[in-house]
C-alpha cells in the first residue's frame, strides 16, 4: 500500500526532504512536472516567485499548499547548507511576512483560545532567554560593547534599521522604498537631540546587495553602522528603534523598546508598536508576550541539530547558543603541527569555522604562519617536535595541547578509530603534574553553580548506568570475575612508555611495580590484573609475562569490557591510569601511585603529595571539570559540536566513528597491526632475556 506524502518540486526543499518528513509527518516524494497521486499536499518556498508553480498545481488538484521558511530562530550564519537550521515555519494560510494576506500566525494572534498564565510566563521566560544568550535569527555577528561601537554618548540613541533592496519582506509588509526614505526623516524629526544610527545590512557593507538608505553614510546627522554584529550589542544601548519589516524589531520589543514601524509585519498591527500603515485584519490588542508566544512558541517548529529530531524552543535555543559559542572559538585561524595524517580530518572537524584549518611539517613554518595571520598554534601533546615550544615562545605566539579527551572512540585510538572528544589546553596538559594545566585551573577556580553540579551528577549516573568508558572495547563477563568472600582489587596495566606514567609516576616501576606495591598493601585481597588494551593488542609497551603477573595477583583478564570490572571490584589501585577516574564515578576505593588529574582533591588516596592541589572538590565538582569543562566533544554522526551528554549516548550505542576507509588505508591498517604484532612477540623475547 502506497503511503501518502508530501511533494517537492523544489531541489532545495528535497535536500531538506528528512526534515520535512519530520515536520509534515508525511513521507517526502519528488516530482517535477505532475505531482504523484498519493500526494497529500504540495510544499514550497513562501511567497517566493520559484514556488508559484507549485501553488498552481495545488489549485489544480485541490490540495493544500504548505508555504515552507526560516523560523525566527534558525542558524549561526545565513544560506543554506552552510549551518543546520533549527527553526522553521509551516503555513497553510499565507507567510507571516505578507500582510497582504492572512497567514497562520496572524489566526493564531486574532483568534486566540491559546492563553494561560503559564504559557504567557513561559514567554515571557523565552524573551529573557533570548536576550540571556543573545541569540537572533541569525547569529554570526560578532557582540560588542559600546565602547567598541562608539556609543558612550550621553544622549539618546535611536536606531533605525536598514534592509536590502529587493527583499521579499518589504511589499509583504505593505511598504515600499519610499517608507525608508520617510522612516529616517521622522526618526531625525521625531527625536530632536538624539544621535540617529543607522544599522545597514553586512551584505550590503560586503558589496553583495544594495540597501534602501545607500546614502545615510554621507550625512553629518546620521552614524552609519554596517559591520555584522550581534543586534544585542545594539539593543543594550539605544532608546528607541525605527523599522519596515525587520525581525530586528521585534527583538527590540522583547528587550522592552518603543519600536515604530513604517511597513506591516508580523508584530506590527496589534498594538505593541507605533505603526504608520494600518492592516484592517488585525484588530485584537496583543502584548509583546502573546506575540513572541504564538510566533516563537506556537507558529515555528524546531529540529536539533545532531539528530534533527522534534525540540522545544527552550532547547533549540540552548543548543543554537552552544554551536554559537563554538563558531566563536573557532573563528580565529588555527595553525596544527605534530598531527599524523589519519588524526587531521578529525581534529580538523573540532576546529570548522569561517577558515580551514592549517596543517604544517615544519615547526618553523608554522611559528611564522601563526604569528602572520594572528592565528592560534595547536600541536598533538605527545608528538610536540623539538624546540617549538621555545620558538613559539620566542616570537610570541601562544601554544595550545592537543589530546584525546576522556570520552574518546568505540575501539582504540591505536586501531585508528577518531575521537569524539578532544582537549585543548592552553595552560599545560592534564596528564602531566609538573606544572600547571587548564583542568587544573578549572577545578582550583570554578564557582559551581547548583545547575552545573546537578547536570554533572545526571552525567556521571548516565555514564555508570549504560557502561560507557574511554574506548568502550570488550566483552561482558557471563561469569564473576572475583570470589565473594574476598576484597576485590583490581590493577589496571598501563602503557609504560605514555607519557601520563613517565611524569606523573616515574618511581613507580611501571606496570609490574605496581602489582608489588598492590600486594603489599592489599595482602589478603584478590586482585585482577587487566592489561592496557593498546598493550595487549602491541601497540604500546607494557607487556607482563603470565607468570610475572601471577607472582603478584590471582588472576588476568585481557578481553572483559572496563565498565564490567569495575561493577564488580571493591577497590583499584593504579599509577596514573584513567580507570582510576572511571572507578571515582562509579564510587569505588581508588589509591594512586602517580600523579593523575584526579588525585589530590580529596577524592583519592594518594600515595604521593600534590603540592598545588589544595581545594576539596566534591565527585560532581570534579565531573564537572573533566567531563564538562575541560573537553570539547564531536558528533560522530553528524559530526557538529556536541555536549558530552550525546557523546555518552552515542558510545552506549556503539556509534562511535569508524576509521578512514579510503583504499589505501585498510592496506596500511594492516601493515599495522602486522607490525604490532612483531613488536609483541619482541618485547616478550627481551622481557624473558632481561
Known amino acids: 500500500m502506497t503511503r501518502p506524502c508530501v511533494a517537492i518540486r523544489s531541489p532545495g526543499i528535497w535536500k531538506l526532504r528528512r526534515d520535512v518528513e519530520t515536520l509534515t509527518g508525511l513521507e517526502a516524494r519528488r516530482y517535477r512536472l505532475n505531482p504523484p497521486a498519493e500526494a497529500e499536499c504540495l510544499i514550497g518556498w513562501g511567497h517566493r516567485p520559484s514556488a508559484a508553480p507549485v501553488r498552481r498545481h495545488a489549485e489544480a488538484k ?25 527553526g522553521f515555519v509551516l503555513d497553510r494560510q499565507g507567510i507571516y511576512y505578507d500582510a497582504r494576506q492572512p497567514s ?11 492563553e494561560s498564565p503559564e504559557f504567557l510566563r513561559r514567554a515571557r521566560d523565552g524573551m529573557a532567554l533570548l536576550r540571556r544568550l543573545r541569540l537572533s535569527k541569525y547569529n554570526d555577528g560578532i557582540d560588542r560593547s559600546a565602547e567598541d561601537l562608539g556609543l558612550t554618548a550621553k544622549r539618546r540613541l535611536v536606531l533605525v534599521i536598514d534592509q536590502t533592496a529587493g527583499d521579499i519582506s518589504i511589499p509583504g509588509a505593505l511598504a515600499e522604498a519610499s517608507d525608508f526614505t520617510a522612516m ?97 485584519r488585525r484588530t485584537r490588542t496583543r502584548s509583546t508576550e502573546e506575540i513572541f508566544a504564538a510566533a516563537y512558541l506556537l507558529y515555528s517548529r524546531y529540529l536539533d541539530p545532531w539528530d534533527r529530531k522534534p525540540v522545544t524552543f527552550e532547547e533549540a535555543a540552548q543548543a543554537l547558543a552552544f554551536l554559537r559559542d563554538i563558531y566563536w572559538e573557532n573563528k580565529r585561524p588555527a595553525v596544527l603541527v605534530g598531527f599524523t595524517r589519519w588524526k587531521r580530518k578529525t581534529v580538523a572537524a573540532f576546529l570548522r569555522g569561517d577558515t580551514t584549518p592549517r596543517f604544517e611539517k615544519q615547526p618553523a613554518t608554522a611559528v611564522r604562519l601563526a604569528q602572520e595571520t594572528d592565528a592560534r598554534l595547536l600541536v598533538w601533546n605527545t608528538r610536540c617536535p623539538p624546540d617549538l615550544r621555545k620558538t613559539a615562545a620566542e616570537a ?10 576522556f570520552l574518546r572512540s568505540v575501539g582504540l585510538g591505536a586501531a585508528l578509530n577518531p575521537a569524539a572528544s578532544l582537549v585543548f589546553d592552553d595552560e599545560g596538559i592534564y596528564y602531566d603534574p609538573t606544572k600547571t594545566s ?13 545547575e552545573l553540579r546537578a547536570r554533572a551528577d545526571t552525567l556521571r549516573r548516565t555514564i555508570v548506568e549504560r557502561a560507557v568508558s574511554k574506548y ?54 584478590f586482585i585482577l590484573y587487566k592489561p592496557h588494551p593498546d598493550v595487549e593488542a602491541g601497540y604500546r609497551q607494557g607487556a607482563l609475562e603470565d607468570r610475572e603477573v601471577y607472582e603478584h ?13 569495575l561493577a564488580q571490584c ?121
Open 184 to 280: 529616517l526623516e521622522a526618526a531625525l524629526a521625531e527625536n530632536p537631540g538624539a544621535e540617529v544610527v543607522v544599522k545597514g545590512h553586512p551584505e550590503v557593507a560586503r558589496g553583495l546587495k544594495r540597501g534602501y538608505l545607500p546614502d545615510a553614510g554621507s550625512r553629518s546627522d546620521v552614524r552609519l553602522l554596517s559591520e555584522s554584529i550581534n543586534p544585542w550589542s545594539l539593543l543594550d544601548r539605544v532608546d528607541r528603534v525605527y523599522t519596515v519589516s525587520s525581525g530586528l524589531g521585534f527583538e527590540a520589543l522583547c528587550a522592552g523598546l518603543p519600536v515604530t514601524c513604517f511597513g506591516m509585519p508580523f508584530y506590527a498591527g496589534w498594538g505593541a508598536t507605533d505603526d504608520r500603515k494600518h492592516c484592517a
Open 570 to 690: 571493591d577497590a583499584v589501585e593504579t599509577m596514573t591510569s584513567l580507570v582510576g577516574f572511571e572507578a571515582l564515578l562509579r564510587d569505588k576505593q581508588v589509591a594512586v601511585h602517580g600523579r593523575p588529574f584526579y588525585a589530590g582533591w580529596g577524592l583519592t588516596e594518594d600515595l604521593l603529595d600534590t603540592p598545588r592541589r589544595r581545594r576539596r572538590l566534591t565527585l560532581d565538582e570534579l565531573v564537572a571539570v573533566a567531563l564538562i569543562l575541560y573537553p570539547r566533544y564531536l558528533d560522530p554522526v553528524s559530526s557538529l559540536p556536541c555536549p558530552p551528554e550525546l557523546v555518552v549516548t552515542r558510545l552506549a550505542e556503539g556509534r562511535g566513528g569508524k576509521p578512514p576507509r579510503r583504499i589505501i588505508w585498510p592496506i596500511r591498517e594492516a601493515v599495522w597491526h602486522l607490525m604490532a604484532g612483531g613488536r609483541r612477540l619482541w618485547n616478550r623475547r627481551l622481557q624473558r632475556e632481561g
Open 438 to 450: 587548564r583542568l587544573e585551573q578549572l577545578a582550583e577556580t570554578t564557582e559551581f553553580s547548583p
Open 62 to 86: 485541490g490540495l493544500p499548499y504548505l508555504r515552507l521558511e526560516d523560523g525566527f530562530l534558525r542558524s549561526i550564519r545565513p544560506g543554506a547548507g552552510v549551518d543546520p537550521a533549527l
Open 396 to 405: 610570541g605566539v601562544p601554544l595550545i595541547n592537543v589530546e584525546d579527551g
Open 472 to 525: 568502550n572495547v570488550g566483552r561482558r563477563s557471563a561469569e564473576p570475575l572475583f570470589p565473594p568472600d574476598q576484597k576485590a582489587v583490581f590493577v589496571p596495566g598501563q602503557v609504560e612508555d605514555d607519557q601520563s606514567v613517565q611524569l606523573g609516576a616515574p618511581e613507580c616501576g611501571g606496570n609490574l611495580g605496581l602489582l608489588r606495591r598492590a600486594r603489599k598493601r592489599n595482602p589478603n585481597a
Open 104 to 114: 497562520d500566525l496572524e489566526a493564531l494572534l486574532q483568534d486566540g483560545g491559546w
Open 553 to 565: 595477583a590471582d588472576s588476568i583478564v585481557r578481553d572483559v569490557a572496563l565498565p564490567e570490572v
